[in-house]
C-alpha cells in the first residue's frame, strides 16, 4: 500500500507557473511508476504526464514542451512543473502509482493508488 498526497494547486494567471507536489507514504517508493491525471469540471478524467521507477516518461500532447515530470526516491516526493499555463489546464490533478511494469501507462485502469486531488486554477 502506497498513500499519496498532492499540494501546490491554486489560482495562477495564464502564461504562469505552478509546481505540484505529491508525497507518498507507505511502501518503498521507489518500487512504483507514477502519473499525473486532471478532471476539468464536466470532463472525464484525462492523463497528463508518466514518470517510470527509472527514467521513462510520457506526456499527453497538451503537456509536451510545457509539463515536466520528476522524481526523488529519497524525498518520497512526485513533482509536476507546470509552465504556460493556459485556462484549459484548469481542473483538478490527481498524483497515481503502480506498484510495476510501465505499458500503458497513460491509462487510468494501471493505477491502483490515487491521492485526492488538488485544484488548478488559470485565469485569461
Known amino acids: 500500500q502506497v498513500q499519496l498526497v498532492e499540494s501546490g494547486g491554486g489560482l495562477v494567471q495564464a502564461g504562469g507557473s505552478l509546481r505540484l507536489s505529491c508525497a507518498a507514504s507507505g511502501r518503498t517508493f521507489s518500487d512504483y511508476a507514477v502519473g499525473w491525471f486532471r478532471q476539468a469540471p464536466g470532463k472525464e478524467r484525462e492523463f497528463v504526464a508518466a514518470l517510470g521507477r527509472y527514467v521513462s516518461t510520457d506526456y499527453s500532447d497538451s503537456a509536451k514542451g510545457r509539463f515536466f515530470i520528476s522524481r526523488d526516491n529519497a524525498k518520497n516526493t512526485v513533482w509536476l512543473q507546470m509552465n504556460s499555463l493556459k485556462p484549459e489546464d484548469t481542473a483538478v490533478y490527481y498524483c497515481?502509482?503502480?506498484?510495476?511494469?510501465?505499458?500503458?501507462?497513460?491509462?487510468?485502469?494501471?493505477?491502483?493508488?490515487w491521492g485526492q486531488g488538488t485544484q488548478v486554477t488559470v485565469s485569461s
Open positions: 497515481a502509482a503502480r506498484a510495476s511494469g510501465w505499458a500503458g501507462a497513460s491509462k487510468e485502469s494501471v493505477y491502483a493508488y
